[in-house]
């Protein structure tokens, strides 16, 4: 049968998670070395009553509970990229080529072990179109026999197909995230350049809620779609699902600027100030042949974890502040402290020779003036 709880040490504390769902029960560390031996306690009982409304079995508490160890070098969150294969060809996409190549089932397999070890706890599974993917099934198996909590980033185009949803079903993310670009069958398959894409999607989707799978919707905004924003607003609720809405579209990860022309400037939202975040220290990317970086952007320097194994990211803190210190072009700037823009990123812009309007608050107010 499996676990039913995690529990870990998480951000400086511990916590006991539940796979599938997004709360956790935080408790202190006392409390997470009681779970080291003997049977379920009373205190974990009844908090999980409390929280998931859950009877806990009468069983030893480590065929219950799976005891995760801490990080190795303070990475518990990862982003995966299964490979780079997608059945859509958005104009948006920041992936720019995406060849479907990547590790093989073995190897899949043995990155979610050096993930695992590291101290990996949350994952995000993504693509180009993960689902796409003939390993699918079995490494999202893995991942939550390990003890991870899955997100699958997803279009959400093979979302009703039966060995989709019987292992979304069987290890339940705790999310899964449907990217959405238009409200009828004209807009969505024009910008998707996939024809029966919209279809395939809806149909995805109602198979999803039916089968109550954890759904958001990513409401994508560009020039093609905007006209359709408050349809697109109103299928997630008519179908009962939270959604965010994604109106800044970004460069490639090789620095190519054709996918802002995607961009509808009238519908951008404010960006607030870039005040920092910790890719590299408690977060890292995968890229689809097992290559660590600080995050999805940021893939000048890359662990190759499946040579160095986890020892690999002790490298990847000290990578992560390089990246973020480099001043590019941005050297003497005075309006520096109030960016909004990461400086990897804003170097994706700069490689793309993107109009400073798009990323640099200089072409900004001259936009403005």
């Known amino acids: 049968m499996g676990h039913q709880l995690i529990a870990a040490p998480f951000a400086g504390g511990h ?3 539940k796979p599938g769902r997004i709360e956790a029960i935080k408790i202190p560390e006392r409390l997470f070395r009681e779970l080291d031996h003997g049977g379920i306690p009373r205190w974990l009982t009844d908090a ?3 929280r998931w409304d859950m009877t806990l079995p009468d069983r030893p508490i480590g065929e219950v509970v799976l005891i995760r160890k801490p990080p190795l070098f303070g990475h ?3 982003s995966w990229e299964l490979n780079l294969g997608c059945d859509f060809d958005c104009d ?3 992936l720019g080529e995406r060849p479907f190549a990547g590790l093989d089932e073995a190897g899949k397999h043995d990155l979610l072990r050096t993930l695992r070890d590291a101290g990996v706890l949350w994952l995000q599974m993504t693509g180009g179109e993960p689902l796409i993917d003939r390993h699918f099934p079995g490494v999202a198996r893995l991942a939550h026999d390990l003890g991870m909590m899955i997100e699958v980033q997803t ?3 093979r979302l009703s197909r039966p060995e989709i949803l019987d292992v979304l079903t069987s290890v339940r993310p705790y999310r899964v995230a449907v990217s959405l670009y238009g409200a009828t069958q004209e807009t969505f398959d024009g910008f998707t350049h996939s024809r029966g894409a919209f279809k395939r999607v809806t149909v995805g989707l109602a198979a999803a809620v039916d089968a109550g799978l954890p759904v958001r919707l990513s409401l994508i905004i560009t020039a093609k779609t905007a006209h359709e924003q408050d349809r697109m607003r109103g299928m997630a609720d008519d179908i009962g699902v939270p959604y965010i809405e994604y109106t800044h579209m970004s460069p490639t990860i090789y620095g190519g600027g054709k996918t802002l022309d995607s961009q509808s400037p009238a519908h951008l939202k404010p960006v607030g100030r870039f005040e920092g ?12 042949h097992g290559q660590a970086s600080i995050c999805k952007v940021a893939r000048d320097e890359q662990v190759d974890l499946m040579t160095e194994g ?3 990211l002790s490298r990847l803190g000290v990578i992560a502040d390089g990246l973020m210190l480099r001043t590019g072009g941005c050297a003497g700037c005075q309006l520096s402290e109030k960016c909004s823009v990461c400086r990897p990123l804003a170097k994706r812009y700069q490689e793309a020779k993107a109009p400073l309007r798009n990323y640099c608050q200089h072409g900004q107010k001259e936009s403005a003036a």
């Open 15 to 17: 916590v006991v998670l």
């Open 76 to 78: 518990s969150r990862a």
């Open 277 to 288: 975040c910790n890719a590299g220290h408690t977060f890292l990317h995968v890229d689809p």
């Open 48 to 50: 999980v009553n409390r």
């Open 155 to 157: 279009n959400g185009s």
């Open 92 to 94: 948006h996409c920041f």
């Open 310 to 312: 986890v020892q690999g």
